[in-house]
């Protein structure tokens, strides 16, 4: 089958788009999925219910979301970059009206059959908004530090709410993807030592409005076995059930530490752990080695891709899975303090595993579209 390209091309069809659909890259989140339902039914030891079901439900909901996504010509989601965006930050406004509360933040807004979760869907709409503003800024603008303003307080003002909620884990990972996308659309280097330089002078003053806890967090980072039964409780947990599956593991449902329930957040924050535990290194490795082939993907297609909205689109997107994966390993094994950041597709949550999926799908989208040229005011090429 012959793929109509060219500059002049208006529209790809419905049939075409499916034909040219990246079914190999959905292959691999469904297999990495797979994992997290396995790991999730041995949470519950031996249990679909509560979590496993759920979880598949809910990645069942977000397959349809993700070929929406996809198939959705990517001008049109240019367009709209900018009221996604607003419709994020409105929603993370009424988080902060009549969000409800949960393990003392604010940062669910009950829909009933639903706990929907903005600072999520923030990750991926940040990427939309900025993608389209560097879309339309060329090398020079990039340069000039006023043209900087507007990208930099699309990125402050969702950091600044989620850290009212407070998150602080999701406030860092935006800021990060933020500053991802800066370097990807040709900011200098020398800004960003600039931003470094101030953000480390700034931090005896932030320090002062951090919570008690989050301030905890970074002391116990620092020195976990200081109060081993308090604060450095959950991490020493993390290192020892590492520790203890060895090269193997254990064998899948055999994990003690998570079994008897010395693990915390074993459904969540520290699930990789447990699978470690179960499988061992090569267990961990494996499931490293699946998350290393969704983010080369995402890479490789974003250098594929002929339109600058499309490459920044697909390699923000790729960003942030990164960021996701590294923050919670590194999180659970001691590296970093622990953030509540988790691990896409395997920790159960409804509107992270729905957001990762939206996110599979504009790298799809951007594979299906890689040969449209937009240019800088969203249209074809004529």
């Given at each position: 089958?012959?793929?109509?390209?060219?500059?002049?091309?208006?529209?790809?069809?419905?049939?075409?788009?499916?034909?040219?659909?990246?079914?190999?890259?959905?292959?691999?989140?469904?297999?990495?999925?797979?994992?997290?339902?396995?790991?999730?039914?041995?949470?519950?030891?031996?249990?679909?219910?509560?979590?496993?079901?759920?979880?598949?439900?809910?990645?069942?909901?977000?397959?349809?979301?993700?070929?929406?996504?996809?198939?959705?010509?990517?001008?049109?989601?240019?367009?709209?970059?900018?009221?996604?965006?607003?419709?994020?930050?409105?929603?993370?406004?009424?988080?902060?009206?009549?969000?409800?509360?949960?393990?003392?933040?604010?940062?669910?807004?009950?829909?009933?059959?639903?706990?929907?979760?903005?600072?999520?869907?923030?990750?991926?709409?940040?990427?939309?908004?900025?993608?389209?503003?560097?879309?339309?800024?060329?090398?020079?603008?990039?340069?000039?530090?006023?043209?900087?303003?507007?990208?930099?307080?699309?990125?402050?003002?969702?950091?600044?709410?989620v850290l009212k909620q407070p998150d602080l884990g999701t406030a860092l990972m935006l800021a990060m993807t933020g500053g991802v996308m800066f370097w990807l659309a040709g900011v200098r280097l020398w800004k960003f030592m600039l931003v470094a330089a101030a953000g480390a002078a700034a931090v005896p003053v932030v320090w002062q409005f951090l919570h008690s806890?989050?301030?905890?967090?970074?002391?116990?980072?620092?020195?976990?076995?200081?109060?081993?039964?308090?604060?450095?409780?959950?991490?020493?947990?993390?290192?020892?059930?590492?520790?203890?599956?060895?090269?193997?593991?254990?064998?899948?449902?055999?994990?003690?530490?998570?079994?008897?329930?010395?693990?915390?957040?074993?459904?969540?924050?520290?699930?990789?752990?447990?699978?470690?535990?179960?499988?061992?290194?090569?267990?961990?490795?494996?499931?490293?080695?699946?998350?290393?082939?969704?983010?080369?993907?995402?890479?490789?297609?974003?250098?594929?891709?002929?339109?600058?909205?499309?490459?920044?689109?697909?390699?923000?997107?790729?960003?942030?899975?990164?960021?996701?994966?590294?923050?919670?390993?590194?999180?659970?094994?001691?590296?970093?303090?622990?953030?509540?950041?988790?691990?896409?597709?395997?920790?159960?949550?409804?509107?992270?595993?729905?957001?990762?999926?939206?996110?599979?799908?504009?790298?799809?989208?951007?594979?299906?579209?890689?040969?449209?040229?937009?240019?800088?005011?969203?249209?074809?090429?004529?």
């Amino acid at each position: 089958m012959a793929r109509a390209t060219g500059l002049n091309q208006t529209r790809l069809p419905l049939r075409e788009k499916l034909w040219h659909f990246n079914w190999s890259l959905l292959l691999l989140v469904s297999l990495t999925a797979a994992v997290g339902f396995a790991a999730l039914f041995s949470a519950a030891n031996g249990d679909w219910q509560p979590w496993a079901t759920r979880q598949m439900v809910r990645y069942a909901a977000g397959l349809s979301i993700l070929f929406a996504v996809a198939l959705i010509d990517i001008r049109i989601w240019l367009r709209w970059a900018y009221v996604i965006y607003g419709g994020g930050l409105a929603l993370l406004v009424l988080v902060e009206v009549m969000g409800s509360v949960g393990m003392g933040a604010q940062r669910w807004i009950d829909l009933g059959v639903f706990q929907l979760q903005p600072s999520e869907l923030m990750k991926i709409a940040m990427v939309l908004a900025l993608a389209r503003y560097f879309h339309g800024a060329s090398l020079e603008d990039t340069g000039r530090v006023l043209h900087l303003f507007v990208p930099l307080a699309m990125i402050g003002l969702p950091v600044a709410l989620v850290l009212k909620q407070p998150d602080l884990g999701t406030a860092l990972m935006l800021a990060m993807t933020g500053g991802v996308m800066f370097w990807l659309a040709g900011v200098r280097l020398w800004k960003f030592m600039l931003v470094a330089a101030a953000g480390a002078a700034a931090v005896p003053v932030v320090w002062q409005f951090l919570h008690s806890y989050q301030r905890q967090r970074i002391l116990t980072f620092l020195n976990p076995e200081n109060d081993p039964l308090g604060a450095g409780y959950h991490i020493l947990q993390s290192k020892i059930a590492l520790g203890s599956g060895g090269l193997f593991g254990k064998g899948f449902l055999e994990g003690t530490q998570s079994h008897l329930n010395f693990l915390p957040e074993k459904q969540t924050d520290f699930i990789f752990t447990m699978l470690a535990e179960e499988f061992g290194l090569i267990g961990g490795l494996g499931l490293l080695g699946l998350y290393a082939l969704l983010i080369a993907y995402g890479v490789a297609v974003a250098l594929r891709c002929q339109s600058h909205f499309g490459r920044l689109v697909a390699m923000g997107v790729t960003s942030t899975l990164f960021l996701y994966v590294f923050i919670n390993v590194a999180m659970v094994m001691g590296l970093l303090p622990v953030v509540g950041v988790p691990l896409p597709l395997i920790s159960y949550g409804g509107t992270a595993m729905l957001t990762v999926l939206a996110g599979f799908g504009f790298i799809i989208n951007v594979w299906i579209h890689r040969d449209v040229w937009i240019n800088r005011r969203g249209g074809s090429a004529a």
